[in-house]
């Protein structure tokens, strides 16, 4: 837990400003509050004591008022201080995660689910927070109060500065004895937030499937369960926090009824001493009841960041080239006895992949369902990297080229190709963010979807809605086509194109298939031809092999 | 930069204090042995003030004394324990009711609901979690803000009226300056939430298509601007705490007046030689005592704000009666006639209609085949038989009686549908395919994965019909996807058949398989296809052919 707590400081030493003036504001505000009861108490029991008001009292009294203003003044801009710092650190954290997981799962989350992983962005993120606003802050000002405590008492009595600071640096020692249990627990609290999250976001993802299946009551059980399963984890987490907080303030108490003890055993000398631990025992206790909270916020913390770090620890599907060639100025494609499997246990896609596509070349790829079309498009964009043999762009092997090159070189518009909650035109920039909006009329008239996207009202600025919700299949495929088209890339790969269209509509890009890619290379990927495409080349994958067929 | 519209905040106060009736019982526990804690620390501070002036050679007090203040330590502590205890109880009890009614009418709504699912998840997850604090700590700190100080002020007055006096003005004027505060707080804290609940949704869009981000090089760029919209977060947050530490600030202010003003108070009396040092100790004592509930409440504060700000967005939701209108099937019939008549359908008026004026009839035993390019209405006919929407016009009937009469959940008993994209959900691929009848013998299972061309590519995975596939069918391909949808298919077993599109992810040799599979799904039942595949519809005999949403041409087979 400390490891992964002392990477998340790392990554917020951009905020360190910040976050030592939050600190600081903290020390400054409990200092002011320890004084301010200090005083109050030394004044008033310095005057029982004489029976009037002597120059001693008069002087407490009078400290009180800067006191007054102070320590509000301080309280109110610690928490804005230390809020303002949170923030910024945690914005960082969360851009840092995402360019993580772009590096490490570009080829998008699998198995963890995207309820999942939203669910760890932005609860773990968030509960990061407590690192520094439960944890360091509250313990660093509780430090200073200790340590206050200890020399203003130690330098009238040193016994009595024994039993009131100890207790109360014991207290200090409660958030680190208390945080791998409470780590434990609220490791089980975000996994059963996750299960939670997943519980709801999975059958609203295949809602139509739920409904088709009259499977809400199940569904509604299922979240019931988890949310059971949450109220339970969260209930033991509670419970250590209860009993931290009545260790604590036990803990407190004893400093305070400790240094009355001592007056009562030291008799009439050591009164005035005992009066000011007391009230400065009173004046800690406060202090310190955050404290046994901070173990919790603590543990919290530490869970949070071990997922997050866990995803984004992931290693990247295919390693950077220590030093990247230079990009080649052709554009030819080879493949040279490549051989590929998703994973060790599973049967190979490619045994031994050879094929050519010379520049501006349209190769088209053709094999049954599983047979690895799609897989090739991983090889090529770099999202997984062949086991054995090589495949070369102008020449160049892409294992030697940064795969930000190639994906420069190649566009690809992939079978779950999806459109963001945007609007048309920001969806389509994406591939060309330099394009006007004449180049993507161009785009969208090649992929046959102008027509519709004129009708709209609002034109380009049509948001499409999450996944292109607002649109039938047929159009938000045709909408992803007219992306990949628009990319300035000198190699095009389309994945079953014409899925969701009709068959006129299929047939009609197909026919405008080589005037629409202008001449760039294409790798068109399908289950068959229409016999329209014109292809330069014909290979089918047959048991992991590129075999040549005719049309 | 709206403010909540009066109603809707009125709505979400209705509907947090309907769910705190309801869970009365619960809630006053914490209340009462918040109470009995405080009443330990009066008494407490009672027995150290005694001691303490007998330190300072006033009155007697000793061991006795400090060992009763010791044991009353350890019940105040225990008491707290327990009534964190009763607290954390009463916010889990809310929190669970209120998730199963918002998820039931998560849905009901069905596809209608067009908010992303983040966003819609977001509602039965993240702010029914942030009503938690709402049950579980406002309401009680509220209760004890009120009762405890009173409590403690009586005390102190019957020791010294004066001290009790400006502890009770002190206690006045705290929720006078929290109200002045509070108010522009509870106004920013809707905006803060939308804000968060935008950010939120965003981060599920953004991930979800992470590899187009990635294929087309823009993840630097989205970082960026994902880093803004969180800036922008911070800013409006930022603005929002600003106000709402002013309460905090409120209560410090008036703590250190209270404590000023005792001290003065006490020192005056010592002029003339202190009347009962025992009393003034006891008063200067209890001010901690007095502040804390205050001050649990102003840190409480804020969990009633952002309970403003998650009860108002999930109070549209949960209005309305829990109970769906609508009939129930005393059984299913073993077979359906569908008439469309004059039906019309529009989802938004500013895109025109689905739907015009389409009538048809689909007898049992028949299948027709829905043509007609992308967008012409072939999905919309399906949508209104799976009670997704409600037509605007027109009558759909089933055996003669009206469709819409029927509970949509009822509707959807009778049939089997096969969507454009199957969703797959996190479980093996023998549980995705038990989801269509759950009560389905392990053999009816694999005859129906036998059917549609699972078991096939199921015999070549590590664990068969057992191997687990991930959220959108991680690790199945679109064809192997649609195919465990079509197993559900023929699992359920029902009168009426919807297909949307069930071959357009295959390649022509398993098409050949799955067109077999779904002629002998179709057959004897009554069926509707909507498809492009020209293999599909020269499968089947009956065509209507859509275009914008009106029928053009109806064929039959050999027309």
């Known amino acids: ?551 | 930069m709206s403010k909540p519209p009066p109603a809707e905040a009125a709505r979400a106060r209705a509907l947090l204090s309907a769910t705190a009736r309801a869970g009365r019982a619960r809630l006053a526990r914490p209340i009462l042995l918040g109470l009995a804690s405080i009443a330990c620390g009066i008494a407490q501070a009672w027995l150290i003030a005694t001691v303490l002036a007998a330190l300072l050679g006033h009155g007697d007090g000793g061991w006795a004394e400090l060992a009763g203040a010791a044991s009353l330590a350890l019940l105040a502590t225990g008491l707290t324990v327990a009534q964190e205890r009763a607290q954390a109880d009463a916010g889990a009890s809310a929190r669970a009711g209120l998730r199963r009614r918002a998820f039931a009418r998560l849905l009901r709504a069905g596809p209608a609901d067009e908010r992303p699912v983040g966003e819609r998840a977001a509602l039965v997850v993240d702010r029914i979690e942030a009503l938690d604090g709402y049950f579980s700590r406002w309401l009680p700190a509220a209760a004890l803000a009120a009762a405890g100080p009173l409590l403690i002020a009586v005390a102190v007055a019957t020791e010294d009226p004066l001290s009790g006096v400006i502890l009770f003005a002190a206690g006045a004027m705290v929720p006078v300056g929290m109200a002045l505060t509070g108010i522009g707080a509870a106004l920013a804290s809707r905006q803060q939430f939308d804000a968060l609940q935008a950010l939120s949704g965003r981060f599920l869009d953004r991930m979800r298509g992470l590899p187009q981000l990635v294929l087309f090089r823009r993840q630097e760029a989205e970082a960026q601007s994902l880093g803004a919209a969180a800036d922008e977060l911070r800013r409006r947050t930022m603005r929002v705490l600003r106000v709402a530490f002013l309460s905090g600030l409120v209560l410090e202010v008036i703590f250190a007046a209270v404590l000023g003003c005792l001290a003065w108070r006490h020192g005056n009396l010592l002029v003339g030689g202190h009347p009962d040092p025992q009393a003034a100790l006891f008063c200067l004592l209890m001010v901690p005592g007095f502040f804390a509930p205050l001050r649990a409440f102003s840190a409480a504060y804020h969990e009633r704000m952002s309970a403003n700000g998650a009860a108002a967005a999930l109070a549209p939701l949960l209005d309305g009666p829990d109970e769906e209108d609508g009939l129930q099937l005393a059984e299913i019939p073993p077979s359906v006639v569908v008439t469309f008549e004059h039906v019309g359908l529009t989802y938004d008026p500013a895109r025109g209609p689905a739907l015009t004026d389409l009538s048809f009839r689909v007898l049992p035993g028949e299948a027709l085949v829905l043509a007609g390019p992308s967008g012409s209405g072939k999905s919309s006919v399906l949508r209104l038989l799976m009670g997704f929407r409600a037509p605007d016009g027109g009558r759909i009937a089933l055996n003669g009686r009206d469709a819409t009469t029927l509970r949509p959940a009822e509707l959807r008993r009778l049939s089997a549908y096969v969507g454009q994209k199957a969703h797959l959900f996190r479980a093996s691929i023998r549980e995705n395919i038990l989801l269509a009848r759950p009560e389905a013998t392990p053999a009816e299972v694999e005859a129906a994965a036998r059917a549609a061309h699972v078991t096939e590519f199921a015999t070549a995975l590590p664990e068969g019909l057992d191997t687990l596939v991930g959220e959108g069918g991680y690790g199945l391909s679109g064809g192997q996807a649609q195919r465990v949808a079509i197993a559900r298919a023929f699992l359920r077993n029902t009168p009426l058949v919807l297909l949307d599109e069930p071959t357009a992810h295959l390649d022509p040799g398993t098409e050949a398989q799955v067109l077999d599979s779904l002629r002998r799904l179709c057959a004897g039942r009554t069926a509707i296809i909507a498809t492009h595949s020209p293999a599909l519809r020269a499968r089947f005999s009956r065509a209507l052919e859509l275009e914008q949403g009106r029928a053009i041409l109806s064929r039959m087979a050999g027309e």
């Open chain 1, 1 to 551: 837990m400390r490891q992964d707590l002392t990477r998340v400081l790392g990554l917020w030493g951009a905020r360190r400003a910040w976050l030592l003036a939050g600190v600081a504001m903290a020390v400054l505000a409990a200092l002011a509050g320890v004084a301010l009861l200090a005083f109050a108490g030394r004044g008033v029991s310095e005057g029982l004591r004489t029976g009037a008001l002597t120059g001693a009292a008069i002087g407490s009294l009078l400290l009180l008022r800067p006191l007054m203003v102070l320590r509000p003044g301080a309280r109110y801009l610690e928490r804005l201080v230390t809020h303002s710092a949170t923030f910024r650190a945690l914005a960082d954290t969360r851009i840092w995660f995402f360019r993580r997981l772009a590096e490490r799962l570009p080829a998008g989350l699998g198995l963890r689910g995207a309820g999942d992983l939203l669910g760890r962005l932005v609860s773990d993120v968030e509960a990061l927070d407590g690192l520094y606003l439960r944890a360091l802050v509250p313990g660093t000002a509780a430090i200073a109060v200790v340590l206050a405590v200890a020399v203003l008492l130690g330098a009238a009595e040193p016994a009595l500065a024994a039993i009131v600071a100890l207790p109360l640096a014991l207290a200090l020692l409660l958030p680190p004895l208390l945080a791998p249990g409470a780590a434990r627990a609220a490791g089980r609290v975000a996994e059963a937030q996750g299960g939670l999250r997943a519980a709801a976001v999975d059958p609203l993802l295949g809602l139509e499937d739920t409904l088709a299946a009259n499977a809400e009551p199940r569904a509604a059980a299922r979240l019931d369960e988890a949310g059971r399963a949450l109220a339970a984890t969260q209930d033991r987490l509670s419970r250590r926090s209860a009993w931290g907080g009545a260790t604590g303030s036990l803990l407190a108490q004893a400093a305070l009824l400790g240094a009355l003890g001592y007056g009562l055993a030291g008799g009439p000398g050591a009164v005035g001493a005992t009066i000011i631990g007391l009230f400065l025992a009173l004046a800690a206790g406060e202090v310190l009841a955050a404290l046994p909270r901070a173990g919790t916020a603590l543990a919290a913390a530490g869970a949070s960041a071990h997922r997050l770090f866990e995803a984004a620890d992931t290693p990247p599907p295919v390693a950077e080239p220590e030093h990247p060639a230079e990009a080649p100025s052709g554009h030819a494609l080879r493949a040279e006895g490549v051989r590929f499997a998703w994973a060790a246990d599973r049967a190979p896609v490619f045994e031994d992949l050879s094929f050519d596509l010379p520049e501006g070349g349209r190769l088209a790829l053709l094999g049954p369902s599983g047979a690895g079309k799609s897989t090739l498009a991983s090889l090529l964009l770099k999202l997984a990297a062949p086991q054995e043999g090589r495949l070369l762009i102008g020449g160049a092997d892409i294992a030697t080229l940064s795969a930000d090159t190639v994906r420069a070189r190649i566009a690809c518009l992939t079978q779950d190709a999806r459109l963001f909650d945007d609007s048309i035109a920001a969806n389509l920039r994406l591939a060309a963010p330099e394009a006007d909006d004449a180049a993507l009329w161009r785009a969208l008239e090649r992929a046959g979807v102008a027509d519709v996207v004129r009708a709209l009202p609002e034109g380009l600025e049509t948001r499409c809605g999450e996944g292109g919700a607002r649109f039938s299949g047929g159009q938000g495929r045709r909408l992803a086509l007219a992306r990949a088209l628009l990319a300035p890339a000198d190699i095009l790969i389309l994945d079953e194109p014409g899925a969701g269209l009709d068959p006129t509509a299929e047939r009609a890009f197909l026919e405008t298939l080589e005037s629409a890619t202008e001449g760039r290379s294409v790798i068109l990927i399908a289950h068959r031809l229409m016999g329209v495409e014109r292809p330069t080349r014909i290979l089918r994958l047959v048991g992991g092999r590129a075999l040549p067929a005719m049309g």
